[in-house]
């Protein structure tokens, strides 16, 4: 294949395919972006003005919209073609969403505006809390938490304080080797020590070890469910009454309930605590750390505990908000969360209503197990258990033609699709983790297993073709070591210019 990264000789234009200059490289002395016409009062003397910006960027303005608009369009998202990436739930965001957020009323409100003025906006947050404690089955609910992992924090902290009122305060945390990185991650900051807690063949949790492990000194279980392997605990409703005698409690990272939502709820089958991802499962863009909202839904044990400020009720049913909460484990946030995120949850849905959001779980599980069954014969299954939400692969078959996880997703990258999730969960040896989501129809799901198996038949036939990928990309493979140790953040002047 052609290098079209390092085109030969000089280059008429700039293309498309072609890697872009910085600005600062492309800058020449002189040019400006603008032009005013010449003075007619006097000149005003400003005090503070800074004469020269060393190396600043002296441009036309057509360069600028030239070189951003350019840029513009390297984007892959979820608006150009299917993301697989597992765990991450890269689902459709419906425009009717982010109408809504933009409203005016809603899009230039303030948290400092007073509570009356924010009735609407108010009146939105509860609206959303009955829907999600619905969906959910729990009791009680707050909003705050940016994030999933600030939702996880949020919900072993209110363990944390409920174990300590009940005067049972305990140490350790106990976390499957299938669970989401961010859960030993939180357990371990919010003080306890944490124990791994093997799968079985199945790749769910081992009741056997689950009986040994859970001893006394067990805060809580942190549950993904489904699991990170795409499998859901089918021992549920035995795993809780095992913690619960052992006077523990179920926290469950509820990041996936998007192979959940309509078909069973949390609150009915044992869980004490769980976050939600309002970024996955009822849609929003996110990915490259845009905003998010992890809210955290608790049994009415944990509610005495929730972040303040809560949301209550007036007498004549208006909402409020309460401060006065001497057991709150105190603020995680600012203010009351990301409220576009909470415009655009409730817009969601109820743009798809009851019908529809049920159709939604089930579609999601639909096309993870038909990637599944089509993908089965050409990369190694590990865990036979049938898939909810996306499908774990592992590259053991490629693996003998020298042929990795990380160099498949990168000839995915030739093929025209994002890469799916490499290497994750770690419980699999060269994992291939795939989340088509519902949003994929068939006819892309069927474009995908045929570069998947297209790449499958290289990795036997021609495996440098695979491990030198991707071969169309401006920038072929980066040292992802020397990226991650030695990261160059900032344009430095060439030496000869700065002497
Ligand atoms: C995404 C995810 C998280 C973390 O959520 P963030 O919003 O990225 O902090 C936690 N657990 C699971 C299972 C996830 O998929």
Redesign the pocket.
């Known amino acids: 294949m052609p290098d079209l990264s390092q085109p030969a000789g000089s280059r008429a234009a700039r293309h498309q395919v072609q890697n872009e200059d910085l600005l600062f490289e492309i800058s020449s002395p002189g040019k400006c972006g603008y032009q005013l016409p010449a003075l007619d009062v006097p000149a005003a003397e400003l005090a503070h003005t800074r004469q020269e910006i060393q190396y600043f960027p002296e441009l036309s303005e057509l360069e600028v919209i030239r070189h951003f608009t350019r840029l513009s369009t390297w984007n892959y998202g979820v608006d150009t073609g299917i993301y697989p990436l597992g ?2 739930t890269m689902k459709y965001n419906a425009r009717i969403n982010e109408l809504v957020t933009r409203l005016d009323g809603l899009g230039d409100g303030h948290p400092l505006q007073s509570e009356a003025l924010s009735q609407g906006a108010l009146r939105i947050m509860q609206l959303l809390s009955q829907y999600l404690l619905e969906i959910t089955g729990m009791d009680a609910i707050t909003l705050q938490p940016a ?4 939702g ?1 924090l949020t919900g072993i902290l209110l363990v944390r304080a409920a174990l300590a009122a009940r005067g049972d305060a305990r140490r350790k945390v106990l976390i499957p080797d299938s669970a ?1 990185g ?2 030993p991650a939180t357990a371990a900051i919010a003080g306890y020590q944490v124990e791994n807690l093997k799968s079985n063949p199945g790749g769910t949790v081992d009741m056997s070890s689950l009986e040994r492990q859970m001893t006394g000194d067990v805060a809580a279980l942190m549950l ?1 469910n489904p699991n ?1 392997l795409g499998i859901f605990e089918e021992d549920i409703h035995r795993i809780a009454d095992l913690v619960h005698q052992r006077g523990g409690m179920l926290y469950m ?1 509820g ?2 309930m998007n192979a959940l939502v309509g078909r069973s709820r949390p609150g009915d089958f044992g869980v004490d605590v769980m976050h939600l ?1 309002l ?2 499962t009822f849609s929003t863009p996110h990915g490259g750390g845009g905003p ?1 909202a ?1 809210p955290v839904a608790v049994q009415r044990e944990l509610s005495p505990f929730l972040p303040i400020p809560v949301l209550a009720t007036r007498p004549d049913g208006s909402p409020r908000l309460d401060f006065d909460r001497p057991r709150s484990i105190g603020r995680v946030r600012a203010f009351y969360g990301n409220f576009g995120m909470f415009t655009r949850a409730l817009a969601y849905i109820m743009a798809n209503g009851c019908d529809g959001l049920l159709q939604t779980t089930e579609d999601a599980v639909l096309n993870a197990n038909y990637l599944r069954k089509k993908l089965e014969d050409v990369f190694a299954l590990p865990y036979p258990t049938p898939s909810m939400h996306e499908v774990v692969f592992s590259d053991s078959l490629q693996a003998a033609r020298g042929v990795h996880t990380g160099d498949i997703a990168k000839r995915l990258i030739d093929y025209g699709f994002h890469p799916y999730t490499v290497s994750f969960p770690l419980v699999v040896r060269g994992a291939l983790m795939i989340e088509p989501t519902e949003s994929a129809n068939l006819a892309e799901l069927d474009q995908f297993i045929g570069a998947m198996r297209a790449i499958a038949q290289e990795a036997q036939a021609t495996p440098e073709l695979v491990t030198s990928a991707p071969h169309t990309t401006k920038i072929r493979r980066l040292d992802e070591v020397a990226a991650a140790r030695n990261p160059v953040l900032r344009w430095q002047p060439p030496p000869c210019a700065s002497s």
Not at 147 to 150: I, P, R, S
């Open positions: 765990s991450c994030a999933g992992a600030q996880e989401h961010t859960n993904t990170t990272d990041a996936n991802n970024h996955k998010g992890g």
